[in-house]
């Protein structure tokens, strides 16, 4: 008796008007409002976030080692808002693997 009584709260609760009381007689408003109080109301289900899909800035970069040989395409995928940095940030990565840039073939900001 007592579990369906407050199964009839907790519904009038989340279908009352402005603050989910309006259904209620005194006895239940004030149990509800009690509930309430010590944490114990159903709880309302939270929106769902939409998650951002990420956005970065794509170097495509044509290198080649330093002792010559054919050229190849290099891309690298930067996280940072500027497309100078984005692409002096691969270039610094091409140097460090041992490679020369022979040419920026494209600097782009790609969102997914």
């Known amino acids: 008796m007592l579990g369906a009584r407050n199964r009839l709260t907790d519904n009038a609760l989340l279908q ?3 603050n989910g009381y309006s259904r ?7 149990e509800a409002e009690m509930r309430e109080a010590l944490g114990l109301a159903p709880a309302k289900p939270a929106p769902e976030k939409t998650r951002q899909r990420p956005s970065y800035i794509l170097v495509e970069l044509s290198v080649r080692k330093h002792s010559g040989g054919p050229a190849f395409r290099f891309e ?26 022979w040419a920026v073939l494209d600097v782009r900001q790609v969102s997914e």
């Open 16 to 18: 009352g008007s402005r």
């Open 76 to 101: 690298h995928k930067s996280r940072s808002l500027s497309t100078l940095e984005a692409q002096l940030e691969a270039e610094k990565i091409v140097r460090q693997k041992g490679w020369e840039v």
């Open 24 to 30: 209620l007689d005194t006895q239940q408003r004030l």
